[in-house]
């Protein structure tokens, strides 16, 4: 379980001025479900992200896993940001396996476990292609077989699929899903697009300018593919539009 205690961040603008970029989210991501957390540009979603996988220093507050200190150099976090992540001068296959060699793992088991997900990806064959030779789709599957192959306590998603064109979201989205079901892994998704929250968030929480949280939601249309074209999801997803409207918060 991830508890997010009271984190505030600022950032000092000069040395007279400073704004916040977080002020006291309070937030809890039960061990093995998907938090999805929506908001506009500039409500601090990348911020919360980046502080809970260690890459930045909250000002205050803390972040805790199974109530110790969460610690990058104990927990395997993985982290999928909004560009893949990956490294343009290695292959598709040297990105995968770069967590396994940093972590000093045995490589050629951690390579026969990459081959079987890039079979079940639907990429197998083009392991030593490089990133720029694959197109956005398949580059996202290379980033999702990395952060699966680290079998990680925690996975971090930053916009992960916002690049790419709708039909491939959506299928990316499902391929994340199959994968995540067989793992069970604590994920924290940062989104901008309110369907994408629906489908994939178990939790959903609305984050509101000036870097706090204004509602959390239980989210009963999780993981349902066959309600996505249904009346019930889209009726959802224009409530929750109304609830960002409200709070004057722009999707």
Request: a negative charge; glycine letters at 8%.
């Given at each position: ?9 600022t950032y ?14 309070r937030l809890?991501?039960?061990q ?10 500039g ?7 980046k ?16 109530g110790?200190?969460?610690d ?14 990956l ?8 990105n995968?396996l ?8 045995d490589?050629?088991?951690?390579k026969?476990?990459?081959g ?8 197998a ?5 490089f ?7 398949q580059q996202?599957r ?9 079998a ?11 690049a ?19 793992a ?16 994939l968030?178990?939790t ?22 066959d309600?996505?074209g ?7 997803a ?13 999707s």
């Open positions: 379980m991830i508890e997010i205690q009271d984190i505030t961040v000092s603008q000069n040395e007279h001025a400073s704004f916040e970029a977080l002020h006291h989210i809890t991501v039960p093995g479900t998907v938090c999805a957390v929506l908001g506009p540009s409500c601090g979603k990348s911020t919360l992200i502080t809970v996988a260690g890459l930045l220093h909250p000002t205050e507050g803390s972040v805790t896993m199974d110790a200190p969460l990058p150099h104990r927990a395997t976090i993985g982290f999928m940001p909004q560009n893949y992540g490294l343009p001068w290695r292959t598709a296959i040297e995968v770069l967590g396994p060699r940093i972590r000093k793992q490589v050629q088991a951690a026969q476990r990459a079987e997900l890039f079979t079940r990806l639907g990429i064959g083009l392991e030593d292609r990133p720029k030779e694959l197109s956005g789709g996202q290379v980033a999702l077989a990395r952060a699966f192959l680290l990680p306590d925690l996975l971090l998603m930053d916009e992960p699929f916002s790419l064109d709708a039909i491939t979201r959506e299928e990316m989205q499902d391929v994340f899903l199959t994968l995540w079901r067989e069970q892994t604590t994920t924290l998704l940062v989104t901008h697009y309110v369907e994408e929250a629906l489908y968030g178990r959903i929480v609305l984050m509101r300018a000036g870097g706090t949280i204004a509602e959390t939601i239980d989210n009963l249309l999780f993981g349902k593919e309600q996505r249904s009346q019930a999801f889209f009726a959802s224009q409530k929750l539009r109304e609830k960002i409207r409200a709070m004057k918060v722009v």
